[in-house]
């Protein structure tokens, strides 16, 4: 692999972080930065220089040692020096270095202050509190470090689907301008709204004459090309999501739907079922013996052997075949449903607008209602509301109602759930809301008893309406505290209160399988956007379709009810 300029550059940069965690000599750090810098900043190939045999040291910076050592990284491609002091210092250095925010001062001070050499020595530190105690740390550093850590110890390739849709998304869009393309759909386990996508799968049909494959590898945010033909083509994006493109010709279009939408599982089935009538069903289409009978439609496979059409967001073969086959599928929701939304946060906390930006943003997405929640007190780094500050806010949200048409300011609160299971604001206060949201924040390692029993007191609160995020888990940073979901489910029941669908891309908590337990026990979902912008409303469509996994339907979904009928719904009568 050929050396560039900036690649020797990272090495001595790298060199001087490492050096400088060594507390060794500052004249020498610096002398590491200014080569880099140098490098980064060069118009000349130095490799081209150094195997020219070049006088390396008439660069600015670049004395006899760090020629010689320019010389031995282009020859070997290492440098014996980054490899000594890798040794010298425990490896987790150099993964601490990588953590955005953690520079070598704050690496020096964990290490030499705090003793941590492991990930799990620097694990204990942030779990006991004792990272923000450092000088030069704080409680929001500690947090961040919390949340690599995370990232490294569940560290997977998969792609939450709205990070995987900002990549997808333009490039079906631009696949869709090449000449002589005719659809372009993306398949696999992103058409299945799934929280997180291993890769990208686009079924394409075109012309014959298309150039689109050859096109398709030209993009220009690949990184690499896997494997490039006529009909199919793997590549790396720069961002190391992979895509794999399939063209199919307009008769199989509907088969090779269904067969890249998967899932696998839900394929097999279909395809047993198909053997029993004698077919053979592949991406190509559906055959009795050499003759094609149907896959020119998605539709055309499922009557083949007998089925309704079946939404992708249930093809995972947990009985939706069964439902099919006895005409029970569920009409599932849309996010042309959702008439409003019950958790948002203004500038009053730590959202970004205003009050009534944030009503105009919900109205322009069609809704009738939008709940306000900050967060309350306890939250300090949310900057949470006490009593007085909500107080005011109810006043100002009826002042503003007053003035908006055609949308309702809500006035809620995001209370948190201590960890006794009391709410953190008086009854008092909380009696004047039109609904209470109560959320986990803190205490999130109580056993799965404790926790359990500190959600259930919560929702017997007399004004509890909504338990927001009810999982905690943040998709491949935190996993969900360990609670009994179907009691609480149970609870909410008995209560006459609700559970909350969080859209927001990192949470989509509750879980799809527990939206259709909360279902079938006739609990109602709200399918909220936890908006801190207007911008986020975009997300409910990613809530829309996680609800959709979990089979719900329009009638299952609270804020799909006008705020005529939602309001008695929010009055809770039961005590
Ligand atoms: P992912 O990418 O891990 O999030 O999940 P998928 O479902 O997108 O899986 P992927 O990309 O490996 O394959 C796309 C679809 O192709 C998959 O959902 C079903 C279909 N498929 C892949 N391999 C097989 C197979 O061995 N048999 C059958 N029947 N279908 C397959
Ligand atoms: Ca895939
Ligand atoms: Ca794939």
Redesign the pocket.
Known sequence: MPIHNADIAVIFEEIADLLEIESANVFRVRAYRNAARTLQELGKDVRAMAENDEDLTRLPGIGDDLAAKIREIVETGHCAMLDKLHKQLPSTITELLKIPGLGPKRVRALYHELDIHTMEQLQRAVRDHRIQALPGFGEKTEIHIADALAVHAGSSS?FKLAVAAQYAEPLATWLRTIPGVHQVVI????R?A?E????I?ILITAMADSPVMARFCSYDEIAEVLSHGPTRSSVVLKCKLQV?VRAVSPESYGAALH??????AH??AI?RLGQERGLKINEYGVFKGQARIAGETEESVYQAVGLPFIPPELREDRGEIEAARHGYLPKLIELSDLKGDLHAHSRASDGHDTLKKMAQAAQQHGFEYLAITEHSSRLTIARGLDSVQLTKQMDEIDRINEQLQGITLLKGIEVDILEDGSLDLPDWVLGKLDLVVGAIHSHFGLSRARQTERILKAMDHPHFTLLAHPSGRLIAKREPYDVDMLRIIRKAKERGCYLELNATPDRLDLLDTYCQAAKDAGVLISINSDAHSVLDFDNLRFGVGQARRGWLEKQNVLNTRSLQELRPLLNRTMS
Do not use: E, Q
């Open positions: 998969r398949a696999g386990s992103y299945r799934r997180t996508v291993g890769d799968d794999d067969y890249f939408t998967g899932s696998k394929n097999i395809r």
